[in-house]
């Protein structure tokens, strides 16, 4: 398996996972005799095997877990968290904002999934996004440990490591810093620059927080480390700003959601129940996220005609 040092006193675990989620960067941070851990992987038991063997190459055990630093909520960063609590009797830190998720995920994706579901009007694509919600619940609830979390104090210093709010892929994404060079930054950033955003202005403003910082290393939650930083953070800016006025070129005229994101994604709307990227549901989900920013910056409205929602660019006529 190995582990890659990221600094003097943390390693990285590159954490095997089941499909269909992609291998979890996960964190390994030494505190004399006990360690932190940044993120934890699925609930598997191949995933709980693989922290104990990379435990046991740095000397430690599953009970030297002092806490557990969660970068975001979704299940292959945090839902692992659970079991290895109650092994070790660490404590969980997550952000507030993403709180509920951990302590709810299955009810609060249903919440996001009602949201998206209750705006499609085309009984087809509202079948499909059905199924994926339902096979997105079965997944949450076979990998997902019930866990107790602590909320984290925003921007704090936590066993070494400054915890900087980072909104955007979730609400409550965070980046941990250590020092001033190096980042671990979940999937705030990744080097496939491939990632559901949820709130595009917070995103936004995410991006310009690590661009001002003159961190060199981003060490994300899949892939390779991004250096230097500054240049993945602003490839990724143009990358959405890009996709937004695309956006605004294909509801010149009025258009659904699904119309839009079927303009956006083409083929890749075929939903597929073994990947979790390229399927039906993320298509639309990342859509709505282009519409609402246009909306909520008033360069585009939402018509209701025939009991459908429909996106339009402002000014056009």
Same mark, same amino acid.
């Given at each position: 398996?190995?582990?890659?040092?990221?600094?003097?006193?943390?390693?990285?675990?590159?954490?095997?996972?089941?499909?269909?989620?992609?291998?979890?960067?996960?964190?390994?941070?030494?505190?004399?005799?006990?360690?932190?851990?940044?993120?934890?992987?699925?609930?598997?038991?191949?995933?709980?095997?693989?922290?104990?063997?990379?435990?046991?190459?740095?000397?430690?055990?599953?009970?030297?877990?002092?806490?557990?630093?969660?970068?975001?909520?979704?299940?292959?960063?945090?839902?692992?968290?659970?079991?290895?609590?109650?092994?070790?009797?660490?404590?969980? +830190?997550?952000?507030?904002?993403?709180?509920?998720?951990?302590?709810?995920?299955?009810?609060?994706?249903?919440?996001?999934?009602?949201?998206?579901?209750?705006?499609?009007?085309?009984?087809?694509?509202?079948?499909?996004?059905?199924?994926?919600?339902?096979?997105?619940?079965?997944?949450?609830?076979?990998?997902?440990?019930?866990?107790?979390?602590?909320?984290?104090?925003?921007?704090?210093?936590?066993?070494?490591?400054?915890?900087?709010?980072?909104?955007?892929?979730?609400?409550?994404?965070?980046?941990?810093?250590?020092?001033?060079?190096?980042?671990?930054?979940?999937?705030?950033?990744?080097?496939?620059?491939?990632?559901?955003?949820?709130?595009?202005?917070?995103?936004?403003?995410?991006?310009?927080?690590?661009?001002?910082?003159?961190?060199?290393?981003?060490?994300?939650?899949?892939?390779?480390?991004?250096?230097?930083?500054?240049?993945?953070?602003?490839?990724?800016?143009?990358?959405?700003?890009?996709?937004?006025?695309?956006?605004?070129?294909?509801?010149?005229?009025?258009?659904?959601?699904?119309?839009?994101?079927?303009?956006?994604?083409?083929?890749?709307?075929?939903?597929?129940?073994?990947?979790?990227?390229?399927?039906?549901?993320?298509?639309?989900?990342?859509?709505?996220?282009?519409?609402?920013?246009?909306?909520?910056?008033?360069?585009?409205?939402?018509?209701?005609?025939?009991?459908?929602? +429909?996106?339009?660019?402002?000014?056009?006529?």
């Amino acid at each position: 398996m190995g582990l890659l040092s990221v600094s003097r006193d943390i390693k990285l675990l590159r954490l095997s996972t089941p499909p269909p989620y992609d291998a979890v960067n996960i964190y390994i941070v030494k505190l004399g005799k006990s360690v932190c851990l940044v993120d934890a992987g699925p609930a598997t038991d191949e995933c709980y095997r693989q922290v104990e063997h990379a435990l046991a190459e740095e000397g430690s055990r599953i009970g030297d877990i002092e806490a557990i630093l969660l970068t975001h909520s979704h299940v292959d960063h945090a839902g692992l968290a659970g079991r290895l609590q109650e092994q070790s009797g660490c404590a969980v +830190y997550v952000h507030p904002g993403d709180l509920q998720w951990v302590v709810d995920p299955v009810g609060k994706t249903a919440e996001k999934f009602g949201r998206l579901i209750d705006e499609l009007g085309e009984p087809e694509v509202r079948g499909l996004v059905q199924s994926a919600f339902a096979l997105n619940t079965r997944r949450l609830k076979a990998h997902f440990a019930h866990v107790e979390p602590t909320p984290l104090p925003v921007n704090s210093e936590k066993y070494g490591l400054h915890a900087l709010e980072a909104p955007g892929h979730t609400p409550g994404s965070t980046v941990y810093l250590s020092g001033s060079r190096v980042g671990l930054c979940g999937d705030t950033l990744l080097d496939t620059q491939t990632l559901l955003i949820d709130n595009l202005h917070a995103y936004f403003g995410t991006l310009s927080k690590l661009g001002s910082l003159g961190v060199y290393s981003l060490w994300p939650g899949h892939g390779g480390v991004l250096e230097p930083a500054w240049k993945w953070v602003e490839a990724v800016r143009q990358k959405y700003l890009g996709r937004v006025e695309t956006v605004k070129r294909i509801i010149k005229e009025p258009r659904t959601l699904f119309e839009v994101a079927r303009s956006l994604y083409g083929e890749s709307l075929v939903w597929d129940p073994n990947t979790v990227r390229a399927g039906l549901s993320y298509a639309l989900l990342q859509t709505k996220t282009y519409l609402e920013y246009l909306v909520e910056d008033r360069l585009a409205e939402k018509k209701f005609r025939n009991g459908l929602t +429909y996106y339009q660019s402002c000014g056009v006529v």
